[in-house]
């Protein structure tokens, strides 16, 4: 079975304050690992996929197997960063992609 | 080009009534996927469609929902008879292969059953 847990609901930061956002996954087979973000009166959108290893609007997320975790990282947060977040999980058969339940970022000026 | 479009955007009905909610993937877009997002959860797969054919299906709760996708574009999801428990966002999703690479997301179909 695949699952994604975000750990943190709701995550507030100021303005330049490096930001970390959670996601451990659980899944038994080689898994592909994304983050989806969600601007206010968006669309769903995909920001960054582990297979690339780029750096988007200065996000970085790096897979550690040994943890099974899917971090989210920024050195300085920006106001235009607020927005909600998802990690996603591909894998099985199917090629299903699981989404975890979504972290709430706001960056305070 | 044009995003993937979903309609209707809003939709109030009360419980025991049916709805559907309709979606055009971009074009070209072979995968086409119905999502459903309660509120303060994350999307949840309904249906995976791979041109005209079900690739998964295995959380559509068939005893209400039906979902087609007829010549392998547009797509259809029903609900019938809606439960108070089916409020939520629809969200349509299509791409262009079968991995789940880069889904590209509809605006969405809130449904709220009164």
């Known amino acids: 079975a695949q699952r994604v847990t975000q750990p943190e609901k709701l995550l507030s930061v100021f303005k330049g304050a490096p930001v970390e956002l959670k996601c451990n996954y659980s899944?038994?087979?080689?898994?592909?690992l994304f983050w989806y973000v969600q601007y206010s009166r968006q669309r769903l959108q995909l920001l960054l996929r582990h297979i690339s290893r780029e750096s988007i609007k200065g996000f970085t997320a790096d897979l550690n197997k040994g943890e099974t975790s899917f971090h989210l990282k920024k050195p300085f947060a920006q106001e235009e960063d607020s927005a909600m977040y998802y990690c996603a999980l591909g894998g099985g058969s199917n090629y299903k992609l699981t989404f975890g339940k979504g972290t709430l970022l706001t960056v305070n000026p | 080009e044009a995003g993937v479009a979903q309609s209707p955007r809003y939709k109030i009905i009360e419980k025991r009534q049916s709805v559907a909610f309709w979606c055009n993937p971009i074009s070209g877009h072979a995968t086409l996927y119905w999502y459903q997002q309660i509120l303060g959860q994350g999307p949840k797969l309904l249906i995976q469609f791979q041109n005209n054919g079900v690739v998964d299906d295995s959380q559509l709760p068939k005893d209400r929902f039906s979902a087609e996708r007829l010549k392998g574009v547009d797509s259809t999801l029903k609900i019938q008879p809606a439960k108070l428990e089916d409020s939520a966002v629809y969200l349509c999703?299509?791409?262009?292969?079968?991995?789940?690479?880069?889904?590209?997301f509809g605006e969405g179909s809130r449904l709220t059953v009164l």
């Open positions: 999703a299509s791409s262009f292969g079968t991995l789940p690479g880069e889904l590209f």
């Open positions: 899944y038994s087979g080689s898994p592909e």
